[in-house]
């Protein structure tokens, strides 16, 4: 690739995956977009790591995400599955058939009302049956001139959006969709619903040869691969093919990173059926205990309180007014901590690999880490970083987003924080002269300076990285209007403009290798302990046997012990 990228492929395996994958491939596209003229200093992220480049039939050039998305048979509404920007009427072919035909045409899904608006901004369909983008930013350059008035920006209503598909904005590879047909998204039957149910799938020929197949496509085109990021619903059966996945990935690509998101929905209650929690239950724990085996690092992600039966409240950001019940809203958020916590391995310059990463972080066999973020980051008018610092206190600066609990007092063994989107004059004191310094983080001369001697006071016996960017975490539209009292550029303000939608934001993210997760792996394995696998015999049906649940408890507790430390820094 073009400046020496270090490619990544993104693997997204299941619906709720979708809905972040969407929104964080939805950023990804509003960073690409921004002016050349625009006040945040381009070129700090390479797009090139997650994006290639490639040519219609018709010699379009295109810039499409480097992406394989499984999902399952009716899951796509109205996206078609080899997308939109490779279509070619050519191919309906004369038939030579000269004996009676019989056509079934299949109602097709309305469009949502959002994407007909962005595809009229954007193309148009040709006479000769030929998809004409307008403008398909390469990364290369500023995005082509034009003095046509942009269309004003359109959030998707939450009632409007019922699949993941219903706000991408983003054109996809012909071989970026492979749908899983034996199973359905909607209704009770034929459903994917337990670990061993996804194992299977990628056993199959059929599966297996259709995934290898992508895989080699964009694989063979790549001079750096530096890896693989799985986005994977770990609550469903797709933990049990994205395990697989995971095993099928480090066997043949051995020496690259492959780094896992296991993502869970919003909260969930008691009150729903019993078969759903301890499913859910038991996938999450074969999910993480499986996924961490093939994996160079595995960390959930959830809004919830808790991985286990009981529900705990979901997360609150105090900048944020969010529906936990709805997907949208908290893939939106996920995404946004994802595409911050990611930033180390996407850098143009200096970037640190997903191998160097994961070897950071997981240490001693602590493959499995914890993120959290704080969006936005909490910055106002005429206030510095060690201002902003200082007025944290000892406090844990991020909202918590693996589903461990309270972080507070727990030991973080290593960690990686990046924090985005400060304008450089706000990154060190601005006292004047002869005025005594608050704080030691007053005294440094540098925004990089002032972050790690802060994450050295908060956790002094921790392994850090830090990065500092001046480029903020783009939240236009379709992104939800979930954020108060914030201009359009995501700063501080006492009274938000009226109607206006936030651009870009300011964000402090963090993956932790913690303690926490001593105490969470823990009372997972205590809670399996409780179930009685003859009681759930469809599970078992699956492919999993009371064996297997009886080595998941060993490896569930030998990866707690590794997390094992004080429970109190102060001790």
Same mark, same amino acid.
């Given at each position: 690739?073009?400046?020496?990228?270090?490619? *990544?492929?993104?693997?997204?395996?299941?619906h709720?995956?979708?809905? *972040?994958?969407?929104h964080? +491939?939805?950023?990804?596209?509003?960073?690409?977009?921004?002016?050349?003229?625009?006040?945040?200093?381009?070129?700090?992220?390479?797009?090139?790591?997650?994006? =290639?480049?490639?040519?219609?039939?018709?010699?379009? @050039? $295109?810039?499409?995400?480097?992406?394989?998305?499984?999902?399952?048979?009716?899951?796509l509404?109205?996206?078609?599955?080899?997308?939109?920007?490779?279509?070619? $009427?050519?191919?309906?072919?004369?038939?030579? +058939?000269e004996?009676?035909?019989?056509?079934?045409?299949?109602?097709?899904?309305p469009?949502?009302?959002?994407l007909?608006?962005?595809? &009229?901004?954007?193309?148009?369909?040709?006479?000769?049956?030929?998809?004409?983008?307008?403008?398909?930013?390469?990364?290369?350059g500023?995005?082509? !001139?034009?003095?046509?008035?942009?269309?004003?920006?359109?959030?998707?209503?939450?009632?409007?959006?019922?699949? +993941?598909?219903?706000?991408l904005?983003v054109?996809?590879?012909?071989? /970026?969709?492979?749908?899983?047909?034996?199973?359905?998204?909607?209704? @009770?039957?034929?459903?994917?619903?337990?670990?061993?149910?996804?194992?299977?799938?990628?056993?199959?020929?059929?599966?297996?040869?259709e995934?290898?197949?992508?895989?080699?496509?964009?694989?063979?085109?790549?001079?750096?691969?530096?890896?693989?990021?799985?986005l994977?619903?770990?609550?469903?059966?797709?933990?049990?093919?994205?395990?697989?996945?995971?095993?099928?990935? =480090? %066997?043949?690509? $051995?020496?690259?990173?492959? *780094?896992? +998101?296991?993502?869970?929905?919003g909260?969930?209650?008691?009150?729903?059926?019993?078969?759903?929690?301890?499913?859910?239950?038991?996938?999450?724990?074969?999910?993480l205990?499986h996924?961490?085996?093939? /994996?160079?690092?595995?960390?959930?992600l959830?809004?919830g309180?808790?991985?286990?039966?009981?529900?705990?409240?979901?997360? !609150?950001?105090?900048?944020?007014?969010?529906?936990?019940?709805?997907?949208?809203?908290?893939?939106?958020?996920?995404?946004?901590?994802?595409?911050?916590?990611?930033?180390?391995?996407?850098?143009?310059?200096s970037?640190? #690999?997903?191998?160097?990463?994961?070897?950071?972080?997981?240490?001693?066999?602590?493959?499995?880490?914890?993120a959290?973020?704080?969006?936005?980051?909490?910055?106002?008018?005429n206030q510095?970083?060690?201002?902003?610092?200082?007025?944290?206190?000892?406090?844990?600066p991020?909202?918590?987003?693996?589903?461990?609990?309270d972080?507070?007092?727990?030991?973080?063994?290593?960690?990686? *924080?990046?924090?985005?989107?400060?304008?450089?004059?706000?990154?060190?004191?601005?006292?004047?002269?002869?005025?005594?310094?608050?704080?030691v983080?007053?005294t440094?001369?540098?925004? @990089?300076?002032?972050?790690?001697?802060?994450?050295?006071?908060?956790?002094?016996?921790? =392994?850090?990285?830090s990065?500092?960017?001046?480029?903020?975490?783009?939240?236009?539209?379709?992104?939800?209007?979930?954020? #108060?009292?914030?201009?359009?550029?995501?700063?501080?303000?006492? &009274?938000?403009?009226?109607?206006?939608?936030?651009?870009?934001?300011?964000?402090?993210?963090?993956?932790?290798? #913690?303690? #926490?997760?001593?105490?969470?792996?823990?009372?997972?394995?205590?809670?399996?302990?409780?179930?009685?696998?003859?009681?759930?015999? &469809?599970?078992?049906?699956?492919?999993?046997?009371?064996?297997d649940?009886?080595?998941l408890?060993? @490896?569930?507790?030998?990866?707690?012990?590794?997390?094992?430390?004080?429970?109190?820094?102060? %001790?």
């Open positions: 690739m073009a400046g020496g990228a270090r490619e *990544v492929l993104t693997l997204q395996l299941g709720f995956a979708g809905f *972040v994958g969407a964080w +491939w939805n950023q990804q596209d509003a960073a690409l977009r921004e002016p050349a003229d625009a006040k945040e200093t381009p070129g700090e992220l390479c797009p090139d790591v997650l994006y =290639r480049t490639g040519r219609t039939l018709h010699g379009q @050039e $295109t810039y499409t995400p480097r992406l394989i998305l499984m999902d399952l048979k009716g899951s509404s109205s996206l078609k599955q080899e997308g939109g920007l490779y279509r070619d $009427t050519q191919q309906d072919a004369a038939i030579a +058939w004996g009676k035909l019989t056509t079934h045409t299949e109602e097709l899904h469009k949502n009302p959002y007909q608006d962005l595809l &009229s901004a954007e193309g148009v369909l040709c006479s000769d049956g030929v998809w004409r983008v307008k403008s398909i930013p390469s990364g290369k500023p995005a082509p !001139h034009t003095t046509a008035t942009p269309p004003k920006p359109r959030i998707p209503t939450e009632g409007s959006i019922q699949v +993941w598909s219903d706000f904005r054109h996809l590879h012909p071989r /970026s969709i492979c749908m899983i047909q034996k199973y359905n998204h909607d209704g @009770e039957a034929s459903r994917l619903k337990a670990f061993g149910q996804g194992e299977s799938v990628l056993k199959e020929p059929r599966y297996q040869e995934l290898e197949d992508r895989l080699h496509f964009y694989v063979e085109e790549c001079d750096y691969l530096q890896g693989f990021q799985i994977c619903d770990l609550h469903d059966g797709f933990s049990g093919l994205g395990a697989k996945a995971s095993e099928l990935l =480090r %066997d043949e690509y $051995t020496g690259t990173g492959i *780094v896992t +998101w296991g993502l869970l929905p909260p969930y209650s008691l009150r729903q059926e019993p078969q759903k929690n301890i499913y859910r239950l038991l996938n999450t724990a074969f999910g205990v996924l961490s085996a093939h /994996s160079s690092l595995v960390c959930p959830s809004l309180g808790s991985l286990g039966l009981r529900p705990e409240p979901p997360v !609150h950001f105090p900048h944020l007014h969010y529906d936990a019940t709805l997907p949208f809203h908290c893939s939106a958020i996920l995404a946004t901590a994802l595409d911050t916590v990611t930033v180390p391995y996407r850098l143009r310059s970037p640190v #690999s997903m191998a160097q990463l994961a070897d950071m972080l997981n240490f001693s066999g602590k493959k499995v880490v914890t959290g973020a704080t969006i936005p980051f909490p910055l106002v008018p510095s970083l060690p201002d902003a610092l200082v007025q944290l206190g000892g406090a844990t991020w909202t918590p987003l693996s589903a461990c609990g972080p507070s007092g727990t030991r973080c063994f290593a960690q990686s *924080v990046v924090l985005r989107g400060l304008n450089r004059a706000c990154h060190t004191s601005q006292l004047p002269p002869g005025t005594p310094a608050p704080s983080l007053h440094c001369t540098t925004g @990089e300076e002032v972050l790690a001697r802060y994450l050295e006071q908060q956790q002094p016996a921790a =392994r850090s990285s990065h500092l960017l001046l480029t903020p975490c783009k939240v236009a539209p379709p992104y939800p209007h979930l954020f #108060s009292s914030l201009s359009q550029q995501g700063s501080g303000l006492d &009274s938000p403009p009226s109607g206006a939608a936030v651009d870009s934001v300011p964000v402090l993210g963090a993956l932790c290798s #913690s303690s #926490s997760l001593d105490r969470t792996l823990g009372d997972l394995a205590k809670e399996l302990t409780k179930v009685d696998l003859r009681r759930w015999a &469809s599970f078992m049906e699956a492919g999993v046997e009371q064996g649940l009886e080595e408890l060993h @490896e569930l507790r030998s990866l707690a012990q590794c997390y094992q430390g004080r429970d109190s820094l102060t %001790d």
